[in-house]
Nanobody
Framework: QVQLVESGGGLVQAGGSLRLSCAAS????????LGWFRQAPGKERESVAA????????YYGDSVKGRFTISRDNREEMVYLRMNSLKPEDTAVYYC?????????????????WGQGTQVTVSS
């Protein structure tokens, strides 16, 4: 089992940048595929990005391709989401999640463990 704690959210103007961090504890995160998801008010939770256990493979949602970058540091038990060129429509609660399987999934139900979320608000 792994525990996940996100940080780094906040208020930023459109066009700005933020870096979200997710600290893991418990079982080593090297055993997990890791993902970032987000949920805006009144909307379903959606996949933003995912990264394989080794870090060699990544996935990005269409709305964030070219703007967001996911990375991980297995030694430090951390996963990051660098967000550039932020838009008001990026406003949401962002969640870190871990999947015990080897797949690189964008499906919410495939993830076994979740953090509590961190709010990102982008003003226009």
């Amino acid at each position: 089992q792994v525990q996940l704690v996100e940080s780094g959210g906040g208020l930023v103007q459109a066009g700005g940048s933020l870096r979200l961090s997710c600290a893991a504890s418990g079982r080593t995160i090297g055993s997990y595929t890791l993902g970032w998801f987000r949920q805006a008010p009144g909307k379903e939770r959606e996949s933003v990005a995912a990264i394989s256990q080794s870090g060699r493979l990544t996935y990005y949602g269409d709305s964030v391709k070219g703007r967001f970058t996911i990375s991980r540091d297995n030694r430090e038990e951390m996963v990051y989401l660098r967000m550039n060129s932020l838009k008001p429509e990026d406003t949401a609660v962002y969640y870190c999640a871990a999947d015990e399987s080897y797949r690189l999934s964008s499906t919410v139900d495939d993830y076994d463990y979740w953090g509590q979320g961190t709010q990102v608000t982008v003003s226009s």
